[in-house]
């Protein structure tokens, strides 16, 4: 293992100041998820890396491996840098959200060809200037759904009803959606449109993020739904939640 060098695309999730000069990099790439990565001497020479290792960079990376996990990078070779998040504090934080809900559901060394699509896409769509809310909520939606976690929408989670305009709840912890008589006081109101809305944006592959454009209500309530599914499967709150509801 020890010369073999290595070639992949990643988009950089973080770095972290080590040492006098050097850095410690989260990658994220399709072939091998989430990798650590050692910069040796980064700060000094920026002629080798320049800004390509700045957070939501997409590059192709040559590294050699290390000891242990982590990989010693060689070389970089810039595609996307993504300068339109930094002008904007909105969407520099909602883009540090989506690095940090990756960086905390995924697993280190397992392969996520559709989730890297998918973050490209997000983070492309907030650089590009798309609808901002309407990009996160598309986002945290499809993260639940390609990792496994998607709750039922459309028919009671308890007895399986499939809902005809009627007023429904919805209680991640009971596995998604509810019907008043199955729900009691559990959970919280959703409209029917809410969930069909959702579960339409599903079929739509998860690359696209232009044209959506959510209603306030489904903006809201999708909201409520998606950060109690959230709470649900991450190990802590992500840190970014916390800056990004003081803008
Ligand atoms: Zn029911």
Redesign the pocket.
Known sequence: MGHISQRCEAIVLQHTNYGESDMILTLFTAEYGLLKGFAKAARKSRKRFGAVLDPFTQAIFQWKRGRGAFLLLQDAELLNSRFGLRGDLQRLALASYGVELVSLLLEEGEPSQLIYELLCSFLDSLDQGGDDLSARLLFELRLVYLLGYMPHLLH??????IFADEAIRFDANRGGS??????GLTGVSIDLGTVGSLARTLKITHRQFEGFSFSPKTLQQGNLILTQVLQQILPREPKSLKFLSQL
Not at 178 to 183: Q, T
């Open positions: 009671c989670s308890d007895c399986l009803k509810l019907c008043l008589d199955c729900a």
